[in-house]
């Protein structure tokens, strides 16, 4: 994983990051019950929108694989150019893929409250 995106949380990165687990779990015990929600929060969120993204990349996997087989036996029993068949596939993926980024955004996406400022004592 590169460095985290402009509006992922660094602590929320760190989560998936496996030499980080101990820090993470320092940090989080610090933390005030208000703010332990808001990083559960974010923390689901962040799963959610990993999920959408791998099923989405599935999904298109298999969508290019049915529609390539689908080319092969098209381009097989048809005469004349109809090369522009393989393209179809491709052009699928590509939809597939845009769908499920903005759904996973758009799920990735919690309040942009800040976290509950800190009780004076």
Do not use: C
């Not at 923390?43 to 298109?60: C, H, N, S, W």
């Not at 390539?68 to 522009?84: D, E, N, Q």
Request: aromatic share 12%; proline share 5%; charged share 20%.
């Amino acid at each position: 994983m590169g460095k985290p995106a402009d509006d992922e949380d660094p602590m929320v990165a760190k989560a998936f990051k496996a030499d980080s687990h101990d820090e993470l779990a320092r940090a989080v015990e610090n933390l005030t019950s208000e703010e332990a929600q808001f990083f559960l929060t974010k923390l689901e969120a962040a799963i959610r929108k990993r999920k959408i993204q791998l099923t989405g990349y599935l999904v298109a996997m298999l969508v290019w694989i049915a529609g390539m087989m689908g080319a092969l036996a098209y381009y097989g029993t048809h005469r004349g150019f109809v090369g522009w068949v393989f393209l179809v596939p491709f052009g699928l993926v590509g939809v597939i893929l845009f769908a499920f980024g903005k759904w996973a955004e758009r799920a990735g996406r919690v309040a942009k409250a800040s976290p509950p400022a800190p009780a004076a004592k």
